[in-house]
């Protein structure tokens, strides 16, 4: 009897904990949230808005070019048009001076291996501009990213933003038809596509500078004029069905999506980016007509020009994006992310290999966790040299491939190892990842091993700004998703500022039972066969 009250006092000392523990992840959840809404306000604030009379300015010069064009006087307004657009350069030049720590005295930014410093603006529609120069480039990369994706999506339209991304490249009222459009843009030479995630999706086009005009005239005609025909939607269904295909047909690519469901459930955060078949086979044109009104607006855009700019680039800007409308932007709903045991998702698919992801819930967006979340993910499972790597496929030959990510929304986050494994392997390997998450919280990272880990991220960062498309990408996310926007050598000094405590005091936050989430495709149907070996 003395045993079983011993157990049933530490059982509801377990169950107080476990509550404590819950009251104050909501009240850090609460304190986050509200930073965040500051953060973003402050950020807001340092948009710098164009001076009526610089628009002004700018639309005399463009009526001037228009007489000169048809043969008018050239003289004095030749040299008014002229002196026009010496002030205005003069004006952006001290915009620049003062972002890259002149006037203003702000600190100096980044500049890796001929790279320049950000400005950014607001166009006269608010659309947030960003320009990064890059020496010794002779492209420039266009890319306009809107703040919505498949998390603001309602279970009728899920799959509709990645259905619309599609419906963009098939025509406008000026080029009829995907083939015309196509072929104008393969004509510049350029290189061209666009995504969907779960909270943006972006429109690129990487061009040789001298012909950026025409790229952004393309791409905003594509985003201004688009005519979403009928007849195109209901071909391009198959398109999207076969992509769909594709990905469930592909068990390294499709396990992140089993993952997230195991996560989130049937919530937009735990559905496919892609939809169902029976929705892409349900849209009307009317859906996308009343999802494009709703999303896409000059208030929930960014556009980000990377490469070899200048001062021109604001009145092109202008010129192509300008006139885009605001719209009446309709914003996602929050996601649960409460946990209290192990749980598992399993999708079925014969074969020889299982693909297992095995993760814990983590930090969002917004958290200052969020690096050191990602320098433990590289530690554990981010290199050749890793943890992961060394232990399951060099030491036992249990995988191909294995890797640890982190990935960190705006409103929930998550740390995961996935790798492909034998069928018949799967519990050891799992329970070798498992025991690597314990060694993280119960012995901290030797200096090298965190040196080595820092020096990755900030080498492969080095390399990635060596293309214009990476650098427009690097600012135009985190202005999208209303992060502070920071410079790689910013972040480089938060990476230089983490210690082998703070990976642990990390780890020990997130490696927990409760927080334990296993998704596997493969030939198994039995949830409870894995629930039994997950604990940590």
Excluded at 267 to 289: C, D, V, Y
Excluded at 506 to 525: R, T, Y
Aim: glycine share 6%; aromatic share 8%; with cysteine.
């Amino acid at each position: 009897m003395a045993k079983i009250k011993i157990d049933r006092l530490d059982l509801k000392k377990r169950k107080a904990d476990l509550d404590r523990e819950q009251a104050q992840r909501q009240v850090r959840i609460r304190l986050d949230e509200s930073g965040r809404r500051k953060k973003e306000a402050e950020e807001e604030r340092t948009w710098e808005r164009p001076e009526q009379s610089d628009i002004a300015e700018e639309s005399e010069i463009v009526n001037l070019r228009q007489r000169r064009a048809r043969g008018g006087k050239k003289s004095k307004q030749a040299t008014a048009a002229k002196s026009f657009e010496e002030k205005i350069a003069e004006k952006s030049a001290q915009r620049i001076k003062i972002d890259r720590g002149g006037e203003a005295g702000r600190p100096e930014v980044f500049a890796p291996d001929g790279a320049d410093s950000y400005q950014r603006s607001l166009l006269a529609n608010g659309l947030k501009l960003i320009t990064a120069p890059i020496a010794g480039t002779k492209t420039v990369t266009a890319l306009i990213m809107f703040s919505t994706g498949s998390k603001y999506e309602s279970l009728s339209v899920s799959g509709l933003s990645h259905f619309l991304e599609h419906m963009f490249f098939k025509g406008t009222k000026k080029r009829l038809g995907a083939q015309k459009l196509s072929s104008e843009l393969d004509a510049l030479g350029c290189e061209y596509n666009a995504f969907t995630a779960k909270e943006y999706t972006g429109y690129w086009i990487k061009v040789d500078s001298s012909k950026i005009g025409a790229a952004l005239d393309i791409l905003s005609d594509m985003l201004l004029h688009s005519q979403f025909s009928a007849k195109e939607i209901s071909k391009e269904r198959g398109v999207i069905i076969e992509e769909i295909n594709m990905y469930h047909e592909n068990p390294m690519m499709y396990i992140e999506d089993v993952f997230e469901s195991c996560l989130y459930g049937d919530t937009p955060a735990g559905r496919e980016i892609a939809g169902t078949k029976a929705n892409i086979k349900s849209f009307k044109r009317q859906n996308f007509l009343n999802y494009f009104n709703s999303q896409y607006g000059a208030n929930s855009a960014v556009l980000c020009l990377a490469g070899q700019v200048d001062e021109k680039i604001q009145r092109l800007a202008e010129r192509y994006f300008g006139k885009m409308p605001r719209s009446a932007f309709k914003e996602k709903i929050g996601t649960p992310d409460a946990q209290k045991v192990p749980a598992v998702k399993l999708h079925y698919k014969e074969g020889n290999q299982a693909v297992i992801s095995l993760g814990v819930r983590a930090y969002n967006a917004y958290d200052e966790d969020k690096i050191i979340l990602k320098l433990l993910a590289v530690i554990l499972g981010g290199s050749m040299s890793s943890r992961m790597f060394t232990e399951v496929r060099e030491k036992r030959g249990l995988a191909y491939s294995v890797h640890t990510s982190a990935e960190c929304y705006t409103d929930t986050g998550y740390l995961t190892t996935q790798a492909g494994i034998p069928v018949g392997k799967q519990d050891q390997a799992v329970k070798v990842i498992l025991a690597e998450y314990r060694k993280m919280r119960s012995k901290p990272v030797s200096k090298e091993e965190l040196k080595r880990a820092k020096d990755l991220v900030k080498g492969r960062t080095i390399i990635s700004f060596e293309q214009s498309d990476n650098v427009a990408n690097w600012y135009a996310q985190r202005a999208v998703l209303k992060e502070a926007i920071i410079t790689p050598e910013e972040y480089f000094t938060k990476i230089d500022k983490v210690k082998a405590e703070d990976i642990r005091r990390v780890a020990k936050d997130i490696f927990k039972n409760e927080k334990l989430n296993l998704a596997i495709i493969g030939p198994f149907q039995r949830e409870e066969e894995f629930e039994s070996i997950l604990k940590l």
